[in-house]
Antibody, heavy 121, light 106 residues
Framework: GQLVESGGRAVRPGGSLRLSCAASGITFDVLGMSWVRQVPGKGLEWVSGVNWNGDSTDYADSVKGRFTISRDNAKKSLYLQMNSLRAEDTALYHC???????????????WGQGTMVTVSS | IVLTQSPGTLSLSPGERATLSCRASQGISSSFFAWYQQKPGQAPRLLIYGASNRAPGIPDRFSGSGSGSDFTLTISRLEPEDFAVFYCQQYGDSPTFGQGTKVEVK
C-alpha cells in the first residue's frame, strides 16, 4: 500500500494551491490523516490533521486561517487547500497516516514521498 | 510543546552504540511520543511509538525509553544502514517534532 501526493508546483505569494493525497492498498477510512511539511535539508513540521470522518481538524499556528484540510473516504483521498501562500510555505508536503487512532493525530506509520510547493515571485 | 534533540550530530562507527536524547519543554505522556528515521531522499520511517514500542518490522537493536520530559532512543549496535537523521515527535497535543539528530559515520 502507498500514499501518493500531487498538486505541488510553483506559485506566487498570495496565491492558492490544492494538494491531494491518494491512498491505495491500505486502510484509510478509519484512521486520522495529517499533512507534514519539510523544507529541503531541514526538519519536519506538522501542518494539519483530520480525524477519520473529517469532522474534527487541527492546524499549526503558522497556517491557521489560511489552510483547510479535508478528506473523501469514498475516494480514499486527503486534501489540503492552501490560500494566501507565503514564501515561508515553500516545502515538500507529505501526507501521513495515523498508526492506530481515528482522531486528529497520532504517530504516523505510513508516509507519502511528498509534493513540492514553491512560493516565489 | 518544543522538543529539543541532542546532540545535533553523532559521529560513530558501525558496531558502536548510539544514544540520542529528546527533551520536551513541558511534561508529556509517554503514550504520545515517537521516534522516526529519515534517510536522504526518503520519507520518514516510524521506529518507536508510545515512547518504547517498536513499530512493525523495526529491528530490536532500536529501543526507546523515557518519561515526563526526557526521552531516549538507543541503537545498540549500529549497522551500516542505520546512519541517517532521527527525529522525535510528541502527539499528545498538536504534534511537534524535534530538530533532528544526524548519526554519521566516523
Amino acid at each position: 500500500g502507498q500514499l501518493v501526493e500531487s498538486g505541488g508546483r510553483a506559485v506566487r505569494p498570495g496565491g492558492s494551491l490544492r494538494l491531494s493525497c491518494a491512498a491505495s492498498g491500505i486502510t484509510f477510512d478509519v484512521l486520522g490523516m495529517s499533512w507534514v511539511r519539510q523544507v529541503p535539508g531541514k526538519g519536519l513540521e506538522w501542518v494539519s490533521g483530520v480525524n477519520w470522518n473529517g469532522d474534527s481538524t487541527d492546524y499549526a499556528d503558522s497556517v491557521k486561517g489560511r489552510f483547510t484540510i479535508s478528506r473523501d473516504n469514498a475516494k480514499k483521498s486527503l486534501y489540503l487547500q492552501m490560500n494566501s501562500l507565503r514564501a515561508e510555505d515553500t516545502a515538500l508536503y507529505h501526507c501521513a497516516r495515523n498508526l492506530a487512532l481515528a482522531g486528529t493525530y497520532d504517530a504516523f506509520d505510513l508516509w507519502g514521498q511528498g509534493t513540492m510547493v514553491t512560493v516565489s515571485s | 510543546i518544543v522538543l529539543t534533540q541532542s546532540p545535533g550530530t553523532l559521529s560513530l562507527s558501525p558496531g558502536e552504540r548510539a544514544t540520542l536524547s529528546c527533551r520536551a519543554s513541558q511534561g508529556i505522556s509517554s503514550s504520545f511520543f515517537a521516534w522516526y528515521q529519515q534517510k536522504p531522499g526518503q520519507a520518514p520511517r516510524l521506529l518507536i511509538y508510545g515512547a518504547s514500542n517498536r513499530a512493525p518490522g523495526i529491528p530490536d537493536r532500536f529501543s526507546g525509553s523515557g518519561s515526563g520530559s526526557d526521552f531516549t532512543l538507543t541503537i545498540s549496535r549500529l549497522e551500516p544502514e542505520d546512519f541517517a537523521v532521527f527525529y522525535c515527535q510528541q502527539y499528545g497535543d498538536s504534534p511537534t517534532f524535534g530538530q533532528g539528530t544526524k548519526v554519521e559515520v566516523k
